[in-house]
């Protein structure tokens, strides 16, 4: 809903190097800047920012693109949550797009008003927690009873309601919140008699978070044991506030979690907070209720690697496999990390430090198998009949798994734990499959047919042995000078010798054109064909326009063609006195030579796609001969290309 006008002044005025600079430490490197990537552990940095291309590039990653795509990688906001940051720290104000229905702006207004009351309602709850006589004795005095630092109870702005009735609802209404949103958001309850009473009352306040560090609702604790009410009570179901997919702790562990590519997932409040004081800040939990797909989906956005923490209990455990299944069909790698009996990830990590809690999770944490075989052969004990239903329940868990290749190292994983042969265990798979349970084929474990086709069929073997596709290069070098160059002036010479002006985009489709040509990569020819739409509007789409753009395939690519990792500095011309001459320079030399060789690569197809021709023996001799004279005018087409390269056939 947010107008393109907008986008267009968010990416005119954010600056990226500004916004990177928010996250990593950059340093001056000729006209780019470099730092030490954010998405993992170096100490060389190989991390690059260009002011003027406005575009970032993680070389130790492969990531890159523009200024909100950084945003969408560091903090996993959604396209949408990143402008409006943008706009936000620019102070830009949004215009909405105004084919929006009447009814779509209701409800974004309401949304917008529950996401403003709950905000109010958190900042409400920390000034109880820091600055009323009865949060300081009762709520701040809870967490420092149970070791919170200063540091982890503002990071995660905890709170505290008052005991009073409604001195909540009374502040609400004071300031402008009507009845129905207090309603709505859950915070305060109305009787008939028109007596409001505050939801949370006498309990220690825990916000919850969207990705994007947006206020959707709370938890709360309640500290008396004397009273018949939940020891914990969550916000109800709202516009804003969905349980199954929020989890506790994200949008302060994500950073974290992708550095680490790796995600611990417990069950309480007060069990990551523990963990993250410990040092262990790279978890989240699930908030008391049954992992939901909505939630996994969340953290497989930043890694596909989990290990889910359990206490000793052991009817928790059996309920737990539910779970790991369903992170299983979510592709994921799970482990299992059991706790000393007695224990949990709360208790636990208030008694060890973070080197003994990273210690004992190396040599604990078990994958899945080991886990349930473990489990289901101590109640299966000598009983084969129960043994023969743990095995097909450790078979159905395996054939979740989509990847054909995980699923077989599982089986045989299998067979040397449970010592059954490894045939019997995939007829086990075979009959699951048929009788329709839960079984899948991973679409990746063979080339598709569509991408079989748009193969490059041009390959050379280098003199290291290594298999260098040319014409993938060629069309590599192609975009890439659409990207840097496309709206550079270029003198070029045609048929008869003579100068003539153009551009380096006007000259690449003026020649696709003319000679019908296409790019096998089917990514480079829907950019191709954008820059012809543009073309034909008058527009030279480079690679600042594809930086731009909602596609993170392309935005990616746009960086990694238009940055280098490494660049010459320009103290060779101002202390040297040595004149090293620019990529420009070269460019209308180039634009002729990739134009020709490709000419020559698509040429070379034809010829094959004819000599196959000449091997069909139902062919007739007339059809024969025509053939071998169109391989011959192409031949003869391709030498003179050659000569135009230089090169001796």
């Known amino acids: 809903?947010?107008?393109?006008?907008?986008?267009?002044?968010?990416?005119?005025?954010?600056?990226?190097?500004?916004?990177?600079?928010?996250?990593?430490?950059?340093?001056?490197?000729?006209?780019?800047?470099?730092?030490?990537?954010?998405?993992?552990?170096?100490?060389?940095?190989?991390?690059?920012?260009?002011?003027?291309?406005?575009?970032?590039?993680?070389?130790?990653?492969?990531?890159?693109?523009?200024?909100?795509?950084?945003?969408?990688?560091?903090?996993?906001?959604?396209?949408?949550?990143?402008?409006?940051?943008?706009?936000?720290?620019?102070?830009?104000?949004?215009?909405?797009?105004?084919?929006?229905?009447?009814?779509?702006?209701?409800?974004?207004?309401?949304?917008?008003?529950?996401?403003?009351?709950?905000?109010?309602?958190?900042?409400?709850?920390?000034?109880?927690?820091?600055?009323?006589?009865?949060?300081n004795l009762i709520g701040l005095s809870y967490f420092r009873e149970r070791g919170y630092t200063k540091e982890i109870i503002e990071?995660?702005?905890?709170?505290?309601?008052?005991?009073?009735?409604?001195?909540?609802a009374e502040y609400a209404l004071k300031n402008g919140y009507t009845k129905e949103l207090l309603e709505e958001s859950g915070l305060v309850n109305f009787k008939e008699d028109n007596k409001k009473y505050d939801k949370f009352r006498e309990r220690v306040m825990f916000p919850i978070y969207s990705f994007s560090g947006r206020a959707l609702g709370f938890g709360g604790r309640i500290l008396q044991n004397n009273v018949k009410a939940p020891k914990y009570l969550n916000s109800p179901e709202n516009m804003i506030y969905h349980k199954s997919k929020t989890l506790y702790g994200l949008f302060q562990a994500k950073q974290h979690i992708t550095k680490k590519d790796h995600c611990f997932l417990v069950e309480g409040y007060t069990d990551v907070l523990s963990l993250y004081q410990a040092g262990v800040q790279n978890v989240v939990a699930s908030s008391g209720t049954a992992l939901t797909v909505e939630q996994i989906r969340l953290i497989k956005r930043l890694t596909e690697n989990i290990t889910v923490m359990y206490d000793g209990d052991s009817a928790g455990i059996k309920a737990s496999f539910r779970g790991i299944d369903m992170i299983l069909e979510q592709e994921l790698n799970v482990k299992v990390l059991l706790l000393p009996e007695g224990e949990?990830?709360?208790?636990?990590?208030?008694?060890?430090?973070?080197?003994?809690?990273?210690?004992?999770?190396?040599?604990?944490?078990?994958?899945?198998?080991?886990?349930?075989?473990n489990v289901l052969l101590d109640e299966a004990k000598d009983d084969p009949i129960k043994k023969a239903a743990l095995i097909r329940e450790i078979v159905k868990?395996?054939?979740?798994?989509?990847n054909i290749i995980k699923r077989e190292v599982y089986v045989t994983e299998t067979s040397k734990l449970l010592q059954i042969r490894e045939e019997v265990l995939f007829k086990e798979?075979?009959?699951?499959?048929?009788?329709?349970?839960?079984?899948?084929?991973?679409?990746?474990?063979?080339?598709s047919e569509g991408k079989s086709k748009n193969k490059p069929t041009i390959s050379v073997v280098s003199p290291t042995k290594e298999i260098i596709n040319v014409q993938q290069t060629v069309e590599d070098e192609i975009i890439k000078l659409i990207f840097q160059y496309g709206d550079l002036e270029v003198d070029l010479k045609n048929e008869n010798n003579e100068l003539y002006k153009t551009t380096v985009i006007q000259e690449i489709i003026s020649q696709f054109d003319e000679n019908e040509l296409r790019l096998s990569n089917p990514l480079y020819q829907s950019i191709l064909d954008d820059v012809k739409v543009g073309l034909e509007k008058d527009e030279l789409r480079t690679g600042t326009y594809f930086s731009r753009l909602t596609s993170s395939e392309i935005v990616n690519l746009a960086s990694e063609m238009m940055l280098e990792k490494h660049s010459l500095s320009e103290n060779w011309t101002l202390k040297q006195g040595i004149h090293i001459r620019k990529r420009e320079e070269f460019v209308s030399k180039d634009l002729f030579d990739v134009l020709l060789r490709y000419k020559i690569l698509y040429i070379d197809n034809l010829i094959k796609d004819l000599m196959n021709q000449t091997k069909n023996p139902e062919i007739k001799a007339e059809e024969t001969s025509q053939i071998l004279q169109q391989i011959m005018h192409f031949t003869g087409l391709k030498n003179i290309l050659n000569q135009h390269l230089n090169r001796v056939i």
């Not at 868990?397 to 989509?402: E, F, H, N, Q």
């Not at 798979?429 to 080339?447: I, M, P, T, V, W």
């Open 397 to 402: 868990s395996i054939s979740l798994i989509p």
């Open 155 to 168: 990071k995660f702005e905890l709170g505290y309601s008052p005991k009073q009735w409604d001195v909540f």
């Open 344 to 373: 949990d990830p709360d208790s636990f990590a208030k008694k060890h430090s973070a080197t003994e809690i990273e210690e004992y999770i190396k040599d604990n944490a078990t994958d899945f198998i080991r886990f349930k075989v």
């Open 429 to 447: 798979l075979a009959q699951l499959q048929k009788s329709g349970d839960k079984y899948h084929e991973n679409s990746n474990d063979n080339f």
């Open 1 to 135: 809903m947010i107008s393109q006008r907008t986008i267009d002044i968010i990416f005119e005025t954010a600056r990226v190097e500004e916004v990177v600079g928010d996250f990593v430490v950059l340093k001056r490197a000729g006209s780019s800047m470099k730092g030490l990537s954010p998405f993992g552990n170096e100490k060389t940095p190989s991390f690059v920012v260009s002011p003027v291309k406005q575009i970032w590039k993680d070389f130790s990653s492969g990531k890159g693109g523009n200024v909100v795509t950084f945003l969408m990688e560091v903090e996993q906001f959604t396209y949408p949550e990143a402008l409006r940051w943008l706009a936000k720290r620019y102070n830009i104000e949004i215009e909405e797009d105004a084919e929006a229905s009447m009814e779509q702006k209701q409800e974004e207004k309401e949304r917008e008003s529950l996401f403003t009351l709950t905000e109010f309602a958190k900042k409400f709850f920390i000034n109880q927690l820091h600055n009323s006589e009865e949060g």
